[in-house]
T-cell receptor, first 115, second 116 residues
Framework: AQKVTQAQTEISVVEKEDVTLDCVYE???????LFWYKQPPSGELVFLIR??????QNEISGRYSWNFQKSTSSFNFTITASQVVDSAVYFC????????????FGTGTSLTVIP | DTGVSQDPRHKITKRGQNVTFRCDPI?????LYWYRQTLGQGPEFLTY????????KSRLLSDRFSAERPKGSFSTLEIQRTEQGDSAMYLC??????????????FGSGTRLTVV
């Protein structure tokens, strides 16, 4: 079974603080892909990053960084020096195998950055 | 390329009425997906098409739901005899397969359905 768990329902931080959003996944497939999406109030899901199961390198993109650890089945997302524009709901998602049939989304973490 | 377009953005309907939503994917994308998102939840898979063929349907897709992609371009999702439990955001996404994984899917802004 495929499952994604985002235990943090809501997080509030003050602007310029760092914040980490947790994501834990379950899958029996050896080939899988992990994603993070941002959903601002407008509703559109915005792609942030993809990671495949064979690449455990951490990645940094500007103020965003991702930590992928297969040993703990986690794919955490850190925002450094948060800004008000980062306020949104963030979803972690899993797509297993090479067929790309569907994504399994977590329940999302609502991030509020207070000015 | 204007991304994935969904129409309408909002729909309010009375219980028992039929509704139809439209999705226009990115033109070169051969795969099209429908997801449903209820308040406080992540999107849940409903169905997907590769070109005009509907390849998979979720158990969430009851007999009252039907989706089509007649020419392998735009798609429609129809809900017959709507129920209050159908109130949700209906999201469409598209991608090119194979070769989709580097960028993931492109989602539309969704159609928010409210059944009163």
């Amino acid at each position: 079974a495929q499952k994604v768990t985002q235990a943090q329902t809501e997080i509030s931080v003050v602007e310029k603080e760092d914040v980490t959003l947790d994501c834990v996944y379950e899958t029996r497939d050896t080939t899988y892909y992990l994603f993070w999406y941002k959903q601002p109030p407008s509703g559109e899901l915005v792609f942030l990053i993809r990671r495949n199961s064979f690449d455990e390198q951490n990645e940094i993109s500007g103020r965003y960084s991702w930590n992928f650890q297969k040993s703990t089945s986690s794919f955490n997302f850190t925002i450094t020096a948060s800004q008000v524009v980062d306020s949104a709901v963030y979803f972690c998602a899993l797509s297993s195998g090479d067929t790309g049939n569907q994504f399994y989304f977590g329940t999302g973490t609502s991030l509020t950055v207070i000015p | 390329d204007t991304g994935v377009s969904q129409d309408p953005r909002h729909k309010i309907t009375k219980r028992g009425q039929n509704v139809t939503f439209r999705c226009d994917p990115i033109s070169e994308h051969n795969r099209l997906y429908w997801y449903r998102q209820t308040l406080g939840q992540g999107p849940e898979f409903l169905t997907y098409f590769q070109n005009e063929a509907q390849l998979e349907k979720s158990r969430l897709l009851s007999d009252r739901f039907s989706a089509e992609r007649p020419k392998g371009s735009f798609s429609t999702l129809e809900i017959q005899r709507t129920e209050q439990g159908d109130s949700a955001m209906y999201l469409c996404a598209s991608t090119s397969f194979p070769g989709h994984m580097p960028s993931g899917y492109t989602f539309g802004s969704g159609t928010r359905l409210t059944v009163v």
